[in-house]
């Protein structure tokens, strides 16, 4: 029985190349995790190094989008394309850019990871988190991410966002599509005398007439306050 980390299948690479992505990557390794379609029928998994080009080349892919730090595995002279000549598939253009990073929260999949495995949140949902779930519960739309992006750019120089950025980005889509509700928190029930039920039609956006009107009411017999 060979245990985790004591036994890998390696590519036959090139020892004396400048690039240490390419001393001899690791291609299957031993791991006993249990696997979502095939339960725990293997325990030889493939490395990410071994299957990112081939897959990217079996789907058709035409431009693989990376962040820098794969920067020296899709070079020229690297590992992604050594594979790809030795097994003599389809290469795709390779591109790579700096990471998103937002002010005051995690964006590493690894460290996500931990936060969600040890659960110090509910999920890789949890609207704590700057997932694409988690974001979709926090009321953020595909427009307003989609427009965050196109306001930070693409780039290869190392940056960070400010939240107050993304927060602005949702905010101004919603002053402009939502329509206007209001609340009374803790209210207090009072009867005003001498007044006369009614019903007003107000603004549904104070901004855009075209987004119509809706009726207020008022009962005198049942007039909400909200005393501080």
């Not at 594979?83 to 937002?102: G, H, I, M, Q």
């Not at 107050?164 to 209210?187: C, N, T, Y």
Request: proline residues 6%; contains cysteine; aromatic residues 10%.
């Amino acid at each position: 029985m060979v245990n985790e980390g004591e036994a890998f299948l390696r590519m036959k690479m090139d020892l004396l190349s400048p690039n240490p992505n390419m001393w001899d990557h690791a291609a299957y390794r031993i791991k006993f995790a249990h696997h979502p379609r095939t339960g725990d029928k293997w325990c030889i998994y493939p490395t990410y190094d071994y299957t990112h080009c081939i897959v990217d080349s079996l789907e058709n892919i035409t431009h693989s989008l990376c962040t820098l730090e794969f920067e020296t595995r899709q070079a020229p002279g690297g590992s992604y394309y050594w594979l790809l000549d030795a097994l003599d598939l389809y290469k795709p253009v390779t591109w790579e850019y700096s990471r998103c990073n937002l002010t005051y929260n995690v964006m590493s999949k690894r460290k996500l990871n931990k936060l969600v495995t040890a659960n110090y949140v509910s999920g890789w949902d949890d609207p704590r988190l700057l997932t694409l779930d988690g974001l979709k519960r926090r009321g953020y739309t595909p427009t307003a991410l989609n427009r965050f992006c196109t306001m930070i750019g693409v780039t290869r120089a190392a940056n960070t966002s400010k939240m107050e950025l993304l927060e602005s980005v949702i905010r101004d889509e919603l002053d402009a599509d939502s329509l206007r509700r209001f609340g009374v928190v803790d209210p207090l029930l009072v009867t005003i005398s001498g007044a006369e039920d009614s019903s007003k039609d107000v603004p549904s956006h104070p901004k855009d007439e075209s987004k119509g009107t809706r009726p207020m009411p008022f009962s005198a017999g049942a007039a909400s306050f909200s005393i501080k």
